[in-house]
Structures are given as C-alpha cells and as structure tokens.
C-alpha cells in the first residue's frame, strides 16, 4: 500500500454518482412529539382526555372511547378521592384512619385485577389494563355518593339521614354497575355474560356497603 500515497486524482475528472438523499415529505403528525410541545399543552390534553371519560361514565351508552384511549389517572384519583373520603370512621382501629385507607386502595385495585382476570379466563376481547380502566371509571358514581353521603352526615345520622343515603347509595350503585356492563359487554362472549357480571355486581356492591356504613368518629 506504499505506492497508493502518490496516486493523485485530477480536478478535471468529475465525480459521478448522486450524492443528495432523498427525502419524502413528512406529514406534522410524524413530526409532533411531547418533547416538542409545553408541560402546560401536555397537562391540559391529558387532563381533557380524562374529562371526556367522565362524561362518557356519567352518561353510559356503548363506546369504545374508554376501550380505545384507556388510561389508570382518572381510576387513580377516584381510589384516592374515596379512600380519603371514607378514611376516618369509627370502624378504623387507629385515629388516622390508615387502615381505611389502605382497605379501600386493596379492595379496588385488586377486586378490579381479579375481574379482569376473570373476564380473559372466560374469553373476553379486551386487555388487561383495558378493563382496569373501564373498572376504574366507573367507580366515579360511586364516588360522588360518597361525596352526598358525606354533606349529609354533616346534618346529622338520624333515620331520615339513613334513608337518604341509602337512596343515594343504591343509585349511585346501580349507576356504577350499568355503566360498567355498557361499555364490557359487548367484549365477552354472548353465552357467558351473566359470568362476567356476576363479579362486577360484588365489586360494586362492597364498594357500596362501605359507603352506605360509613360513619364519622
């Protein structure tokens, strides 16, 4: 290789070939990133997105809204939002009220797990975390007749008191369980249903129970 060093190439001789790559356009979806937008955008989209799945749970009808777009931020802020709720009552066994706490967060998430495990066994359609969503959402009723529950011990624990939480809690309980079903039917298989639902009937209804005898220290 020592007689490559004085091997020269004239300026005369062009240099063929195509040295420009091509490039297609792009369309700005390809081009859009979280990275490129603002923290605010970023917040106020997922914020928006969790909104929507509210409506969609306060108003039930069949839409693949919850299925297509799922997310755990809205479940996660209902479990919070009801076990601060509840924490405090005279079942608690400490003045903090973390055992309630931590009863309401075990009850929820691993009730929805095994609801959703269950739903796979039985030849559901959806995934996994698909279902936590669904499961967790729906929750929302729930959590608002807590919220009622909540007003209304204010002004006492009286029978009239019982009677109206009772009335609010079977509502918001019903609520819960159609809503649920509207949006996980139509993933199971026609013949086994009633096996989905069943579970979904009990998860609620613990919830529900909770609720309903709920009282402050």
Known sequence: FA??????????IPVEGEITVPVGSRSPDEDFSTLDEPVKDTIMR??????????????????SAL???WDLWGPLVLC???ALMLQGGSADSKDDGGPQFAEVFVIIWFGAVVITLNSK???GTISFFQSLCVLGYCVLPLTVGMLVCRLVLLAGSGTVSFIIRLIVVVAMFAWSTFASTAFLADSQPPNRKALVVYPIFLFYFVISWMILTFTPQ
């Open 3 to 12: 007689g490559l060093a004085d091997v020269s190439i004239s300026q005369d």
């Open 80 to 82: 919070v939002s009801l």
């Open 67 to 69: 299925l297509r777009d």
């Open 121 to 123: 066994l039985l030849g």
């Open 46 to 63: 997922d914020l928006k997105a969790v909104g929507k799945k509210f409506v969609h749970v306060m108003y039930p009808k069949k839409s």
